[in-house]
């Protein structure tokens, strides 16, 4: 029904020059306008519990973690792919780091430092598996990663033999995990605002984003340009993978445990915010901060509700309905803007392939 | 040998000139298939070089070879005189060697300045220089006298299919390339646009660069050819001066393969061969 209403703002949007340009910007901003009137609706109803600092605060801590595999979700959907193993290689990444730390021993920074790196490796080695099965085998995304998404926690259940592992350090779970930087500025939130930096200048403004963008709009073009698209997917992949054993190790410092069992949503949370952020599935069009935005929405549906006394399970509804309505809308301008072209997922074919039909004659 | 001044633009009508590029004895095989055969061909800095011959004569693996994309097998390959081996694609850029494919290849989702630039960005401490490659779009497509995109910050996709082809022998000279090859130019596009496109490869040829250009449109050859070279079943058939031959006696070339209409095979020069 939110599909019937947007048509018209489709059809009569008469700047055809720039419009592909603006999609991902468009979107953003109106996903924005979105979050904030939720906000200002929450805060309207509950004017003395909903904006407080103690309120947002557990807001941001609960997106920061997503925000994190997002950044990197968000560079694999622009190239055409989709990342189902993010989930289970931040849970391997976690119980990894937690046997590397106890092995260590010590609940100091040191012992962290020494977590960070076994986190980070975990995740970079998935990342990599992946990337090269995507990239050289041509295996399709969608089945590349659901295979890693099984193996990955069925290795953290092995090495675990089931039981979640809680044996995080000190420095670890009271200075990152519920540590505030300054005042009550969650130092979690701070840390996953610094990758979103990050990822937003590598997207927007190096090489590394700029090929990221050319693969998902054709990458047999990138290729003839000298772009060497196999590799670069490859890396989209590891740095995916990096970040999602990054996220290992601050979900462990946030929940003092592994969360064996926990994560199973995670990937479709992700890529629904991803989605909801303005990033097209199809590829070639997306950003890091309507990627945040796209986050936000449903943390702060579900704590709203939580506090207005509905019942949270509404958030996963009205989530799902969103998610439908943003990705038709998307459908509707590309085929608006690109007069036609066949609307098929590219993380269901092969790697490389998607997208690069030639659009000779469309003059 | 060398001779570097005439490649500068003013030797466009030199008789005399050496040909930038000169392929001789060329020989391509695919598997069993002997799909060049003894090809000599020559192209002229400040001149446009048609490439001509039916479907499945050669012309593409000629310029993929050219390109590097699909080395000869033997042959002999001088470059501004140079003798050289050119066995992938960057070598062939760095030669100075630029191709246009006939599927486009650009990135619908990027801008012009994006697609002009991806490969060879200009960056400064990793991180994109826009401005300069801005500038150096602006002054590119200033040069080669295009004035019909509204915007360099215009993705592809919003562009017509005339622009398209601009913005894709744009990419190929920005780079001070010496030989552009293009392979049909022309193919999808309406009269209007095939003129704008038309006259954009007379330019180049204008600027001084060599131009070699593929096309089935004979009218095209003639409008903005100055040399015809004409491949038939792998063979070169004839080369010659647009200005000794009339189109009917091209046709008979291409469909034949015999040049007796043109009273003999010469190479270029009105000489017998
Ligand atoms: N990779 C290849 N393997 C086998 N045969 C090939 C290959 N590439 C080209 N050929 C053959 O070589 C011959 C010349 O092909 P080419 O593409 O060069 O022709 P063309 O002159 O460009 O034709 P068109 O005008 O249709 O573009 C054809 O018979 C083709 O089937
Ligand atoms: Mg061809």
Redesign the interface.
């Known amino acids: 029904m939110s599909a019937t209403q947007t048509t018209p703002t489709v059809a009569t949007e008469d700047a055809?020059?720039?419009?592909?340009?603006r999609i991902s910007r468009l979107q953003a901003l109106q996903i924005l306008i979105l979050l904030v009137v939720t906000i200002a609706v929450f805060t309207a109803l509950r004017p003395d519990t909903f904006l407080t600092g103690f309120n947002i605060r557990g807001i941001v801590q609960n997106t920061a973690i997503y925000a994190v595999l997002g950044v990197g979700m968000t560079f694999v959907i622009i190239t055409g792919g989709i990342d189902l193993s993010v989930g289970s290689v931040l849970v391997f990444s976690g119980v990894v780091a937690d046997k590397v730390m106890v092995w260590y021993g010590g609940q100091g920074w040191a012992t962290v430092l020494v977590g960070l790196v076994a986190a980070l490796a975990s995740g970079l080695a998935w990342g990599l598996v992946n990337g090269v099965l995507v990239a050289k085998a041509k295996v399709p995304p969608l089945v590349v990663t659901l295979g890693s998404l099984s193996a990955a926690l069925g290795f953290a259940q092995i090495i675990t033999k089931g039981l979640d592992l809680r044996d995080a350090p000190q420095a670890l779970v009271n200075d990152i995990g519920f540590g505030n930087i300054v005042g009550q500025v969650p130092t979690i939130a701070v840390v996953a605002a610094v990758v979103v930096v990050f990822g937003i200048?590598l997207l927007h403004?190096?090489?590394f984003g700029?090929y990221t963008?050319?693969i998902?709009?054709?990458a047999?073009?990138?290729r003839?340009?000298?772009?060497k698209v196999e590799r670069h997917l490859i890396k989209v992949y590891a740095f995916a993978g990096l970040l999602a054993g990054f996220a290992g190790l601050l979900n462990l410092g946030f929940f003092q445990s592994t969360t064996i069992g926990g994560q199973s949503n995670t990937p479709l949370n992700v890529i629904a915010g991803v989605a909801i952020g303005g990033t097209s599935l199809f590829g070639?069009?997306g950003s890091v901060f309507g990627t945040v935005i796209g986050l936000f929405i449903p943390i702060v549906l579900q704590n709203g509700f939580i506090q207005v006394g509905v019942q949270p399970f509404w958030q996963q509804v009205v989530v799902g309905a969103v998610l439908v309505a943003v990705v038709y809308v998307d459908q509707l301008r590309r085929a608006a803007?690109?007069r036609g072209t066949s609307p098929r997922l590219p993380f269901l074919s092969r790697a490389g392939g998607a997208?690069s039909a030639?659009?000779?004659?469309?003059? | 040998m060398t001779v570097p001044e005439a490649a500068a633009g003013a030797a466009a009508t030199t008789e005399d000139a050496a040909p930038l590029l000169s392929l001789r004895g060329i020989n391509k095989s695919f598997g069993a298939v002997h799909v060049l055969q003894d090809v000599d061909f020559d192209a002229y800095a400040g001149q446009v070089t048609a490439l001509v011959g039916d479907n499945g004569a050669g012309k593409s693996t000629l310029i993929k070879g050219i390109a590097g994309s699909q080395p000869f097998d033997s042959g002999e390959y001088v470059f501004d005189g140079h003798a050289v081996t050119v066995t992938n694609?960057?070598h062939a850029?760095e030669l100075g060697i630029e191709v246009v494919?006939?599927?486009?290849?650009?990135?619908?989702?990027?801008?012009i300045v994006?697609n002009l630039f991806?490969?060879?960005?200009v960056?400064k401490n990793?991180?994109?220089d826009e401005a300069t490659m801005e500038r150096r779009a602006q002054e590119t497509l200033a040069g080669l006298s295009v004035r019909t995109v509204?915007?360099i910050?215009?993705?592809v996709?919003?562009l017509?299919?005339?622009q398209?082809q601009t913005v894709a022998i744009a990419r190929a000279v920005i780079w001070n390339s010496k030989l552009v090859v293009l392979d049909e130019p022309t193919?999808?596009?309406?009269v209007a646009?095939t003129e704008q496109v038309l006259r954009l490869v007379r330019q180049l040829a204008d600027n001084g660069l060599a131009v070699v250009l593929i096309s089935h449109n004979l009218n095209d050859v003639f409008q903005v050819a100055d040399r015809i070279s004409v491949l038939y079943l792998g063979r070169m058939a004839a080369q010659m001066k647009t200005k000794d031959v009339k189109s009917n006696q091209v046709v008979e070339v291409i469909t034949t393969g015999r040049s007796d209409a043109i009273g003999g095979i010469t190479n270029g020069n009105g000489e017998l061969k």
Not at chain 1, 358 to 363: E, L, N, Q
Not at chain 2, 118 to 121: K, N, P
Not at chain 2, 187 to 190: I, N, R, T, V
């Open positions: 055809p020059a720039s419009r592909l340009s200048v403004r190096t090489r700029l963008y050319a998902g709009s054709n047999e073009a990138g003839r340009s000298g772009v070639g069009i803007a690109l997208g030639s659009r000779k004659g469309s003059a | 694609p960057k850029n494919y006939q599927d486009l290849a650009l990135c619908d989702n990027l801008d994006d991806l490969g060879r960005e960056t990793g991180i994109l509204k915007s910050r215009q993705v996709a919003s017509s299919g005339g398209r193919a999808a596009l309406g646009q």
